[in-house]
């Protein structure tokens, strides 16, 4: 597939347009980044030779390749000037990763325009300005301005972001690298003068490496267009998405911050993305929690949930978040079968209570997990498996995470959490490493096992029979 | 003040029955753990004349002292025959650290009865049994029979926790080991055959170092002398509880777990918690997080909420979610002053908006932070303030963290919070630990906001004008 947009999202030849020698500098935090990657790099600055390493040309058109990308580092005022140049020589895309356009006021709205009819008028595309750009582990294309030993960035993945907000580009980066969770790619619109989710989206639907769509937005380039998009994407790709600025407040604050026009009732979005199978999240957790279980998981056929587990209070509260309608799932707690649980009796302790929730209690060991496991996921009266792994028992060992990678074949979906602090946390990891989207939080476990079930009934509702697999990875 | 239950949470000299000297059993974790401890030691076991360096008692008839507490580390089989020796000794109080008791039938509840009957005809009082036991770091009386080095152990603080569930016990304090909230005492109930919630309730009401006691329950032990007894306490100290077992499969969970009876009507409970002051958490992420804005500040008088960061798009999601209805905050973004904004625009940058949230941008700086601090605080329309602290833009260094000591003079209470991965984590401790209840997550945070503004309706209700300090530390 070709695509007008690989030229930013796959360039083969990247221009750095105010690219430094100076480490403090954003041309040269670009320059490094950007020779990781496997695209050709041409630095631009008429004062230097060379920079780190390789040759600097004086002029954009002293570069001998053709261009698919340039990023312009230069300050506002400066930018135009040199943004021509770049749109002469051809130049399929630009990024514009500095700030002091139309978010300034007038002056700076004029400046933007210009650009933009320029850009229009040789062809070239336009992402921004005001944008920290594009991330992608897969093509190691970096042009974000805060270096990565400075702000982690995620490991390659399945989930594709979107966000119209810098601070919450970098924001929602940092989670999905502190939560190991894979990208594909991240994309910032900044002040979105041309390129914009539209765009975005339709490449992302027909990218193999996208499973899932995260977007924040403050508001919509064209909304009646998104949602059209939206209906043919999410029947085979499901898109979470923040429409922020849904309160008065709310508004208010993104009226300062990105302009988005008044709210335009929440009720018709909530209505919309309803209608088009867009899932809606409410804040950057909840997005990316939403979205790591997307991504990992298929959808769930049903709202019954099998728990296991070896701490029995936490089983409870576990019951009761999950079947709560205000606070909570709004899922049921799975009635196990007979022979689910006879099965069970011979791989549990004599003393261990033989429902859902199901407790291996302190005396749970891996292989007590993985026995439960599959018995559990073999009963017809359970849709999806809440796996609450906890190392603490005396006979829990790290073999535990050998035989997850077996549970991909169990057919069910599966959501993991574990409770407590650090020791958690690195268990919550590990499965998510694994592939289970797992959380150090049971409330968000179970309100991302309840986005599954969503999902399901997304597919049902539009007559698809949704994935064959339920554990893609 | 001198208490019955002093025997318990601050003994002078501690018996340990069933000391041992190899380190894989629980009583040699518990001999280790006490040595820790100011309280005086004797280990007793037939079998052996020194561990751990000490001497070690054949007989507690042969213990010299008399003895404030006794733990009882055998097999549940074996501690009946034990205990009366105990009991006999004149020992105030004893915990039972093992299972094996009415949890596991009639067999085990029979054997509890009798223990419970003659430490009644002796006046010893009995913690457990099936319970972790106690944990202090105030004292360094440490029961639990996980060692340190597996499960760590939150540092001293104000917080008092009871937990009915041993694992939600350890969970709790790893949690708060984690999130760096201090502890004064924590203690688990177990099957609380004789000492109970109440007992510990009427202790921790006077007891200085507690500012704020929480609570998990499965079932009450007496739920009209909890309310009754409640209500003497929460005008004064505050109290949340999670009550699990709330929906029909929670109950049905928490039956098996303790044995709980059926749910008595949750409606109820919500009414009783809510005309006696106890504020109700849903999990245990809930329980902790309102606990520590209770621990560290002081109720809010109203619910204007202040925001000030520096992450635009973050600022409009907090605006949502603080004046959300549904999911949210259900609190007021606070309209500042005109002599506020004034106030504002000599600190922050020409180009910030001056609203709330105030946004300090990416040109962020802290001594910024401290000045809006200050403003803000002193405008009488905002009754909270939420500060988003973010260590990413370049201007910003640990400076702030200098600052934020003085802001305990500031008269308004505080929530902090920081987003991102582990950076944002990493901030979030160290405002934490500088006395700002902090979370990693936005909605975490105004969740707790809220909780400081109903602990300020409840006062207002009750006639109480509440503390004079707004941030205790």
């Not at 969770?181 to 989206?201: F, T, V």
Request: charged residues 25%; contains cysteine.
């Amino acid at each position: 597939m070709t695509d007008e947009m690989d030229c930013l999202l796959n360039p083969r030849t990247i221009a750095i347009i105010g690219a430094s020698s100076s480490s403090d500098k954003i041309g040269n935090v670009l320059v490094k980044s950007l020779l990781r990657s496997s695209a050709k790099i041409f630095p631009v600055n008429p004062k230097h030779d060379l920079i780190e390493g390789i040759r600097c040309y004086h002029l954009i058109s002293d570069v001998p390749d053709d261009l698919d990308l340039a990023i312009i580092a230069l300050p506002a005022e400066k930018s135009y000037a040199e943004f021509i140049k770049v749109a002469d020589h051809g130049v399929k895309c630009a990024i514009f990763v500095t700030a002091g356009f139309s978010e300034m006021g007038n002056h700076g709205r004029e400046l933007e325009k210009q650009i933009i009819d320029y850009a229009r008028s040789k062809g070239t595309r336009v992402l921004g300005p005001n944008t920290l750009g594009v991330y992608s582990p897969i093509t190691k294309i970096d042009t974000l301005i805060i270096p990565a030993e400075k702000s982690p960035r995620p490991d390659g993945g399945a989930l594709a972001l979107i966000s119209q907000s810098g601070s919450v580009h970098v924001s929602m980066l940092e989670k999905a690298s502190s939560m190991a969770i894979g990208i594909s790619y991240s994309i910032g619109l900044g002040n979105r003068a041309d390129i914009s989710e539209i765009d975005m989206l339709k490449y992302l639907a027909d990218d193999d490496r996208t499973r899932c769509i995260a977007l924040y937005l403050e508001s919509f380039s064209d909304g009646r267009a998104l949602i059209e998009l939206a209906k043919s994407i999410t029947p085979k790709k499901p898109i979470v998405a923040i429409k922020a600025g849904r309160t008065e407040a709310g508004s208010r604050a993104a009226s300062s911050h990105t302009g988005a026009i008044s709210r335009s009732g929440d009720d018709i979005v909530d209505g919309a993305f309803h209608q088009s199978g867009i899932i809606r999240a409410y804040d950057d957790e909840e997005l990316l929690d939403y979205a790591n279980a997307l991504m990992l998981m298929s959808e769930s056929k049903g709202d019954r949930v099998a728990y296991i587990g070896s701490a029995g209070g936490v089983g409870v509260m576990a019951s009761d978040y999950i079947e709560s309608e205000g606070i909570g799932g709004r899922l049921r707690m799975a009635k196990l079968s007979d022979a689910t649980k006879k099965a069970l009796s011979e791989v549990l302790e004599a003393f261990a209570p033989l429902n859902n929730p199901v407790d291996l209690t302190a005396s749970s060991s891996p292989s007590q997990y993985d026995g439960a496991m599959h018995i559990v996921a073999q009963d017809q009266g359970v849709d999806m498996i809440l796996l609450s792994l906890d190392m603490q028992p005396p006979m829990m060992d790290d073999s535990v995470f050998d035989y997850i990678k077996s549970w991909a074949g169990l057919g069910k979906p599966i959501v993991g959490t574990s409770t407590g602090g650090d020791l958690a946390i690195r268990t919550v990891l590990k499965m998510q490493k694994l592939g289970i989207p797992s959380y150090p939080s049971l409330s968000r476990c179970i309100k991302s096992a309840r986005i599954l079930y969503e999902r399901g009934k997304f597919l049902k509702q539009i007559g698809n029979k949704g994935s064959s697999k339920t554990h893609p990875i």
